[in-house]
T-cell receptor, first 114, second 114 residues
């Protein structure tokens, strides 16, 4: 039974468009993360989110990115104006309060920017 | 800078043969160490983790890993590989100790021949 699902599985968009990627936790989690993996490169940390605020973000996570948990359940990553270089696989990860340091990853959303 | 190195991009082994995937991390206080596996179309599944204590850790699917402080390594091993082990394997490190983010290696793609 997966801890987390992500929607959509694949998103194709035009450069300059806004996209919203969604992460749906199956059970109660407190810590949320977004990572991305550009094709052929390593998985990179983007942002961590706890108690409805960002706890840490990387240099990649600039002003065009934002995260929120609007309904107290889904966790979203918004890219305001997509660029070609945003094309990547985006992974959501979750951590329970009780699972020290263990992050459960979703299956990912493949974003293609044309 | 904190980094994780997986020197082998692609490894091919025969079914039934032993396997060792290498992982080195940059020097520092002992971090928390993880191995994840990614099958095609799937998310990242945790194989095993090391926080402290016994330097040989056992994971799921018959995998084990050994932490060697002197070599800053955390190599993944399996005595007898099965065809279903074909996947991408990622070593990851939590340098923060607070589960705020993981630093990943570039991954090793394992191919298993019958």
């Amino acid at each position: 039974e997966p801890e987390v699902t992500q929607t959509p599985s694949h998103q194709v968009t035009q450069m300059g468009q806004e996209v919203i990627l969604r992460c749906v936790p199956i059970s109660n989690h407190l810590y949320f993360y977004w990572y991305r993996q550009i094709l052929g490169q390593k998985v990179e940390f983007l942002v961590s989110f706890y108690n409805n605020e960002i706890s840490e973000k990387s240099e990649i996570f600039d002003d065009q990115f934002s995260v929120e948990r609007p309904d107290g359940s889904n966790f979203t990553l918004k890219i305001r104006s997509t660029k070609l270089e945003d094309s990547a696989m985006y992974f959501c990860a979750l951590k329970r309060e009780s699972s020290y340091n263990e992050q459960f990853f979703g299956p990912g959303t493949r974003l293609t920017v044309l | 800078a904190q980094s994780v190195t997986q020197p082998d991009i692609h490894i091919t082994v025969s079914e039934g043969a032993s396997l060792e995937l290498r992982c080195n991390y940059s020097y520092g206080a002992t971090p928390y160490l993880f191995w994840y596996v990614q099958s095609p179309g799937q998310g990242l599944q945790l194989l095993l983790k090391y926080f402290s204590g016994d330097t040989l850790v056992q994971g799921i699917k018959g995998f084990e890993a050994e932490f060697k402080r002197s070599q800053s390594s955390f190599n993944l091993r399996k005595p007898s590989v099965h065809w279903s082990d074909a996947a991408e394997y990622f070593c990851a490190v939590d340098y923060t100790g607070t589960a705020s983010k993981l630093t990943f290696g570039t991954g090793t793609r394992l191919q298993v021949t019958l």
